[in-house]
Each structure stands twice: as C-alpha cells, then as structure tokens.
C-alpha cells in the first residue's frame, strides 16, 4: 500500500481502487456492528493536495462523493472533472472565508463548515443569487480548541436556529474534527447528541484513523483521505 508514483506523493491508481474496496469493507463492517444499515453511510473521499490522475482513479473505482478542503485548489481541479462526471458531489470540509463564499455556492454540493453568523448570512445571499442550494453542516469546535473554527457546544442550538430561522440555509447536520491527543468517541458521542436534540440527521465525522469508530456513533458521512491516497506532501495548511 502507498506506494508513491511521481513527486506528489501520489498512489498508483491501482493502489487507489484497491484502498477504496478496503475502506468500503470497513465501512460496511463497522455499519453492521453497529446495527445499521451500512448503506447509510457515506464514503468522503478527501482529495486535497492529490491532482487530478488521483481523482479519476478513484472515480473508476466507482467513488461519487469527495471533499476538498480549500476553495481555490478546488476551483483548480474540479470544474472540468464536474462537466465530466454529472454524478459526482463536492464538499467542502475545510474553513470558508466570506469573499470565497460566492464561488464556494458555485462549485460545491455541500459545505460542511458554517461556523458563525456571518458566513451564514453571506452563504444565504450568495444561494439567493446564484438558485443553488448546497446542504449546510454547522461544524462544531468539540474540543473547544482555540486554533480550531467552529462553534463551540453550548453555541450550538441558538446558531442551528439562527441558520435555519433567520438566514433559511438548508442545514442538514453536524461536522466535527476532534483534537488530535483526545479520545475521538468521546468528541462523536457528543456530536451525536447534538444533532439528536436539534433534528438534525446527518453526521460527518471520522477521518482515515478513526471513521469505524465514528460509525459506531452514528456517522453517516466518515471523511477519508489518507487511507485511500496515501499520505499527502507536508506543506503548511495540507495536513
Ligand atoms: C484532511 C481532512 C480529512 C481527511 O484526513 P485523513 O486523516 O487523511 O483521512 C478529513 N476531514 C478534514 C476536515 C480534513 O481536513
């Protein structure tokens, strides 16, 4: 596994299917144990920093849902391989400025990373203008990290109201990326109850160290990328 081909640490396309079908199995493994129906759960196959031969790789082997974690290197990749396959969805899994948000609305399928009121109203505007409405996911800062976005648990209700009543973003769930030294069940459990409370049915958390665990806590999104890509060159921002 992971072996790399060419400079940008990238896996081989075969390698690549090969990850996938492995994941897919864990997914499904960890859905079963958990008593649910595995078909509820949805693979994120997190591309940032892989190019476009790694993309396509995967979508041969059959993936359909990615995520991407800065709006500019998307815009760089995605547009042509969007006109390509109809069928693939976009998510943004990482933190989204103001002035990005226009073409954000543009390009992604879901942005998993509303984290404060004015990213909320621009996002809504921005649908307003463009009749395009990507599913929201208010991301939580579980861990309460200071260096990390998101909204902190107790700020969770009133913003969930406030996307919702005041700005009518189409919010559909929670995302949560727990601190790298913690328990991460502990970080899904409480995701988890959140949503609950707030009618909220989507969950997106786990990443390629812990997405089975994720799934025992009713993740129905497990965002993954260092298990099926390989490992990513370690700039500032890749990780
Ligand atoms: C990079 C990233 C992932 C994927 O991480 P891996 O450990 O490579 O699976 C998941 N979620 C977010 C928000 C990320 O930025």
């Known amino acids: 596994m992971f072996a790399t081909v060419g400079m940008n640490s990238m896996v081989a396309a075969i390698?690549?299917?090969?990850?996938?079908a492995q994941v897919r199995t864990r997914i499904e493994a960890a859905?079963?144990?958990?008593?649910?129906?595995?078909?509820?759960?949805?693979?994120?196959?997190v591309t940032k920093t892989h190019g476009a031969a790694a993309i396509r790789a995967a979508l041969a082997a059959?993936?359909?849902?990615?995520?991407?974690?800065?709006?500019?290197?998307?815009?760089?990749?995605?547009?042509?391989?969007?006109?390509?396959?109809?069928?693939?969805?976009?998510?943004?899994?990482?933190?989204?400025?103001?002035?990005?948000a226009k073409r954000a609305v543009q390009l992604f399928d879901a942005i998993e990373t509303v984290d404060r009121p004015k990213i909320a109203r621009v996002l809504a505007e921005e649908m307003a203008k463009a009749?395009?409405?990507p599913a929201c996911f208010i991301e939580v800062n579980t861990g309460e990290e200071s260096q990390k976005s998101g909204v902190l648990p107790a700020q969770v209700d009133a913003f969930v109201r406030e996307c919702r009543e005041i700005y009518g973003l189409p919010v559909e769930g929670l995302m949560?990326?727990?601190?790298?030294?913690?328990?991460?069940?502990?970080?899904?459990?409480?995701?988890?109850?959140?949503?609950?409370?707030?009618?909220?049915?989507?969950?997106?958390?786990?990443m390629s160290a812990d997405y089975e665990i994720a799934i025992a806590f009713g993740a129905t999104f497990v965002r993954v990328g260092t298990a099926i890509f390989g490992p990513r060159p370690s700039f500032t921002g890749a990780k």
């Open 31 to 45: 859905a079963r144990a958990a008593g649910r129906d595995p078909a509820d759960v949805a693979l994120v196959a």
């Open 15 to 20: 390698d690549i299917a090969a990850n996938l």
């Open 131 to 133: 009749n395009r409405r």
């Open 176 to 206: 949560c990326i727990p601190p790298v030294d913690e328990e991460p069940s502990l970080h899904f459990g409480l995701l988890s109850e959140m949503a609950k409370r707030n009618g909220l049915r989507h969950l997106s958390m786990g």
């Open 62 to 100: 059959g993936q359909r849902v990615f995520g991407e974690n800065r709006v500019q290197e998307a815009e760089d990749k995605w547009p042509e391989i969007k006109a390509e396959f109809a069928a693939a969805r976009l998510h943004l899994i990482g933190p989204l400025q103001s002035n990005k």
